[in-house]
């Protein structure tokens, strides 16, 4: 069974499209993230949610819009696709939004290509 | 400013030699560190977590060390095998629930 899993696993459009990437765990955590990993293989968070509700919200462009209809689904939604937003996006979630113990589960992430 | 470093961005040992990947950090006042591996189009794997009251943590061939007054950890792979070649990732979190990546390691280990 996939605890973090990640649609699609990669995904190439055009400039200023609109795209989305779907993010499920099965693992009943609480939070949910998504990161961003560049070119340079930085990898830098963007979004947290804890059982619904946006926690991290970090400099990302207003263009970047997560939703997540439950604690088991946080989706990512891009308009107007910039060349720079080429980048692998991964989704993590934890058990819970406070615990110092507790690790990160990672899905496989999504590769986006924009041209 | 919380930053993450990670010496050397990569390395090739022979197979059977031991592996010892460095980490640093800027600010001190961590929650936790971890340490994840990254294979080439594949997810993160945690490996080890070491609670900022710890000194260190092991799994198997792997030990993890950390010195939170210097900022710094360091992750030994005893007898490196072929199948440890990978990307190694330190991450720190912080109080404000945010975990702070390096570029990372990227391992190759020769059979």
């Known amino acids: 069974d996939t605890a973090v899993s990640q649609t699609p696993k990669y995904l190439v459009t055009q400039m200023g499209n609109d795209k989305s990437i779907k993010c499920e765990q099965n693992l009943g955590h609480d939070t949910m993230y998504w990161y961003k990993q560049d070119s340079k293989k930085f990898l830098k968070i963007m979004f947290s949610y804890n059982n619904k509700e946006l926690i991290i919200n970090e400099t990302v462009p207003n263009r970047f819009s997560p939703k997540s209809p439950d604690k088991a689904h946080l989706n990512l939604h891009i308009n107007s696709l910039e060349l720079g937003d080429s980048a692998v996006y991964f989704c993590?979630?934890?058990?819970?939004?406070?615990?110092?113990?507790?690790?990160?589960?990672f899905g496989p992430g999504t590769r986006l290509l924009v041209l | 400013k919380q930053e993450v470093t990670q010496i050397p961005a990569a390395l090739s040992v022979p197979e059977g030699e031991n592996l010892v990947l460095n980490c640093s950090f800027t600010?001190?006042?961590?929650?936790?560190l971890q340490w994840f591996r990254q294979d080439p189009g594949k997810g993160l794997t945690s490996l080890l977590l070491i609670q900022s009251s710890q000194r260190e943590q092991t799994s198997g061939r792997l030990n993890a060390s950390l010195d939170k007054s210097s900022g710094r950890s360091t992750l030994y792979i005893a007898a490196s095998q072929p199948g440890d070649s990978a990307t190694y990732l330190c991450a720190v979190l912080y109080g404000n629930n945010r975990l702070a990546f390096g570029k990372g390691n990227q391992v190759v280990v020769i059979p």
């Open positions: 600010d001190s006042a961590i929650y936790n």
């Open positions: 993590a979630s934890s058990l819970s939004w406070r615990g110092t113990q507790e690790t990160q589960y």
